[in-house]
């Protein structure tokens, strides 16, 4: 099983193989987009989220920001087990 993982925004970890492009701070009136891989899974490993500022802002502590809306930590990584 692999370790959850941070997406630290505007600054990912040199390792990782991120495309970043424009302005590297949160833009009033624009919306982001998060897609990321495991391209060394066999599964292929894939998800996305997308999301503006105000999404961002109003996330309350200890939750996330998924497909399927806002959830608790725990609710995601129960939803994750699922589906691996």
Do not use: I, N
């Not at 970890?13 to 970043?20: G, K, T, Y």
């Not at 624009?30 to 109003?58: I, K, N, W």
């Amino acid at each position: 099983m692999r370790q959850a993982a941070d997406f630290p925004l505007f600054a990912p970890p040199a390792e990782w193989a991120a495309e970043v492009r424009g302005p590297q701070t949160l833009q009033p009136g624009h919306t982001y987009e998060l897609d990321f891989a495991d391209p060394d899974d066999s599964s292929v490993y894939r998800a996305s989220v997308t999301f503006d500022a105000g999404q961002l802002a109003a996330l309350p502590a200890g939750h996330v920001l998924t497909d399927r809306g806002t959830m608790t930590r725990e609710a995601f990584e129960d939803v994750a087990r699922e589906a691996c």
